[in-house]
T-cell receptor, first 114, second 110 residues
Framework: GAGVSQSPRYKVAKRGQDVALRCDPI?????LFWYQQALGQGPEFLTY????????KSGLPSDRFFAERPEGSVSTLKIQRTQQEDSAVYLC????????????FGEGSRLTVL | GENVEQHPSTLSVQEGDSAVIKCTYS??????FPWYKQELGKGPQLIID?????GEKKDQRIAVTLNKTAKHFSLHITETQPEDSAVYFC?????????FGAGTRLTVKP
């Protein structure tokens, strides 16, 4: 596709449920980032992949959060046993190399945990 | 780690006036400073960026200045138009660690 695609756009989960959010980066982009954006705040870094390697996961808030990119293209962010504080927009971004080049963001997946 | 402060949080200007948004950062090793525009329901979109070896960069109505000594950088939008209304985020980055400010909601009144 022409841009970064994320699905689902909206997800409502009951507390305790597991969710999976998908990101299709721009074809050929080696770098992929996940950010969490709370209402009225800036994006907060979660994790970074270069191809299939997860080089930085220091931003993941707890061991309930897990991300993978097994073939170096599509990535999935999984949240286990969701809590209300997990409610946010989850943004995926890709770039052709590192973070000192332009990041192309998807439109985000809005997660609401009831 | 890096801490980015952005102000003001909201800014309202009359169409045709200029708008200035300011950011400070804490990590002197940061070397890349992008600005993003985010419209409602969409992801952030890069509008301009500057690297640490440059003090100023301009692209039509948008300019960014960087003062490395003071660790601050600013976004300047001239001749504002209603379509400039959005939330603007600054960011500071080193290696693969990009940190964002909390955002400025700009409203341009026709």
């Amino acid at each position: 596709g022409a841009g970064v695609s994320q699905s689902p756009r909206y997800k409502v989960a009951k507390r305790g449920q597991d969710v999976a959010l998908r990101c299709d980066p721009i074809s050929g982009h080696v770098s992929l980032f996940w950010y969490q954006q709370a209402l009225g705040q800036g994006p907060e870094f979660l994790t970074y992949f270069q191809n299939e390697a997860q080089l930085d996961k220091s931003g993941l808030p707890s061991d309930r959060f897990f991300a993978e990119r097994p073939e170096g293209s599509v990535s999935t962010l999984k949240i286990q046993r969701t809590q209300q504080e997990d409610s946010a927009v989850y943004l995926c971004a890709s770039s052709s190399g590192g973070v000192t080049g332009e990041l192309f963001f998807g439109e985000g997946s809005r997660l609401t945990v009831l | 780690g890096e801490n980015v402060e952005q102000h003001p949080s909201t800014l309202s200007v009359q169409e045709g006036d200029s708008a200035v948004i300011k950011c400070t950062y804490s990590d002197s090793a940061s070397n890349y400073f992008p600005w993003y525009k985010q419209e409602l329901g969409k992801g952030p979109q890069l509008i301009i960026d500057i690297r640490s070896n440059v003090g100023e960069k301009k692209d039509q109505r948008i300019a960014v200045t960087l003062n490395k000594t003071a660790k601050h950088f600013s976004l300047h939008i001239t001749e504002t138009q209603p379509e400039d209304s959005a939330v603007y985020f600054c960011a500071a980055s080193k290696n693969n660690d990009m940190r964002f400010g909390a955002g400025t909601r700009l409203t341009v009144k026709p």
